[in-house]
């Protein structure tokens, strides 16, 4: 079994004396902040509920384990969320695929990645099956928000939320595992696994610039399409949600004294020209115009040099 990360260790040990105890509600809602885990628990949850000896699972040894280890599991299977939606079509053919008998060992698993990504339709599927599951059959639901599920559907799942590492845990984690030091963009995020996703996609970059970036733009050392230049085209969402998270930052900063010293001069910066309650305003703006520019083909550049001329 691949080592679990050490804070998702004591709800993976409360999973496994469920199972061996014979407890194991048939559908469990995993939850927590974005990046703190919750695929990679469920993965291992999945292997612990496919072994062929819940007494002392998972045992590493039986042939369920083994072929689940080796991904090729047939009663393991996935509807995944973390690329888009998850469409009723989907969740139609897994529903009917375990109605059947286990092919192999004696039960059927079902992890459902990102499970808000459901729509309506989707949803109303998994939820008859939540409320009529055939046998020996297990559902793994993830999520980062619970409350954009049916509460339905959160009635009929027993609930694992997992904790959040400290960030000293977190820097040294990754760290050992990309050789990155990622202390200066714990402004941005404080989940691991969303760190480790930022790295492996080089993305991480874009973030640890925009502090500076942002100030000699605030500073006047910065024409606004200089600024807006500097975004790649595969990287606009994440760098409105860079400035989202410096917008926030500066308003927690500005109601409680607390701050990641890291950024205080780009977060002094934009308190010393913006009160609270234009930050609030430039944030839910923003907001927007991400969501506009996820559904049209406007032209980024264009409404980015709009919206910060707007300031």
């Not at 060992?105 to 008859?128: C, D, P, R, T, W």
């Not at 590492?165 to 995020?189: A, E």
């Not at 200089?226 to 606009?236: F, M, Q, R, Y």
């Amino acid at each position: 079994m691949t080592e679990l990360a050490p804070w998702l260790t004591d709800a993976y040990q409360q999973a496994q004396a469920w199972r061996r105890q014979s407890r194991f509600h048939h559908a469990l809602l995993v939850s927590g902040i974005n990046g703190v885990g919750q695929s990679e628990f469920a993965q291992q949850v999945a292997q612990l509920l496919l072994c062929e000896h819940p007494d002392k699972a998972p045992c590493g040894t039986c042939h369920s384990c083994q072929v689940a280890k080796a991904d090729t599991h047939p009663d393991w299977l996935v509807l995944d969320g973390r690329e888009g939606g998850i469409r009723v079509d989907a969740v139609r053919q897994v529903v009917a695929k375990v109605a059947n008998k286990p092919q192999l060992g004696f039960s059927k698993v079902v992890v459902i990645h990102e499970a808000h990504e459901m729509n309506v339709n989707a949803a109303n599927a998994i939820l008859k099956a939540l409320e009529e599951p055939p046998s020996s059959t297990y559902f793994i639901l993830t999520t980062h928000t619970s409350r954009a599920l049916m509460p339905t559907i959160l009635s009929r799942c027993q609930r694992l939320m997992l904790p959040a590492p400290d960030p000293g845990i977190v820097v040294g984690w990754v760290n050992d595992r990309v050789k990155t030091d990622i202390s200066d963009l714990l402004w941005f995020s404080k989940t691991p696994y969303q760190l480790l996703r930022l790295i492996d996609s080089k993305q991480h970059e874009l973030l640890q610039a925009l502090p500076d970036h942002l100030m000699q733009w605030l500073d006047g050392n910065m024409r606004t399409d200089e600024l807006a230049a500097k975004v790649p085209k595969d990287g606009i969402g994440l760098w409105l949600d860079g400035l989202l998270a410096l917008l926030a930052a500066a308003i927690h900063y500005s109601a409680t004294g607390q701050k990641n010293s890291q950024i205080e001069s780009v977060l002094n910066a934009l308190l010393s020209r913006y009160d609270v309650y234009c930050l609030m305003n430039f944030s839910s703006s923003l907001t927007g115009l991400k969501r506009q520019l996820d559904i049209t083909h406007l032209n980024p550049t264009i409404q980015i040099v709009g919206e910060l001329n707007s300031w």
